[in-house]
């Protein structure tokens, strides 16, 4: 929850920044790639880079935002929905 409490400009640096991390997942599975021979040990161990990237996003505490938002926008939603609603029916279900 400590994200929430975070300033906007945080949050999309720590964004921008797991976003360019991910990428590198990209060159480091490439470079695993081009540098093991032809066979099934390339075959196995290339997809093994695409690790990386999110090895620097969790331990760089970064925000992957396709992981983390689901708590913000299920508030932001009952709260429209129960704006629009008067409160009515998804009172109920606000956290």
């Given at each position: 929850m400590n994200e929430l409490e975070?300033?906007?400009a945080a949050l999309l640096l720590s964004g921008l920044a797991a976003g360019l991390s991910m990428g590198f997942s990209l060159v480091v599975q490439?470079?695993?790639h081009a540098n093991l021979p032809p066979g099934p040990a390339?075959?196995?161990l290339s997809p093994?880079?695409?690790t990386v990237g999110f090895l620097i996003v969790v331990l760089g505490r970064q925000q992957l935002f396709t992981e983390n938002t689901l708590t913000p926008?299920?508030?932001c939603c009952i709260t429209v929905i129960s704006t629009l609603?008067?409160?009515s029916f998804v009172y109920g279900f606000s956290f």
């Amino acid at each position: 929850m400590n994200e929430l409490e975070r300033a906007a400009a945080a949050l999309l640096l720590s964004g921008l920044a797991a976003g360019l991390s991910m990428g590198f997942s990209l060159v480091v599975q490439g470079e695993i790639h081009a540098n093991l021979p032809p066979g099934p040990a390339r075959v196995l161990l290339s997809p093994l880079g695409y690790t990386v990237g999110f090895l620097i996003v969790v331990l760089g505490r970064q925000q992957l935002f396709t992981e983390n938002t689901l708590t913000p926008i299920c508030r932001c939603c009952i709260t429209v929905i129960s704006t629009l609603c008067n409160g009515s029916f998804v009172y109920g279900f606000s956290f």
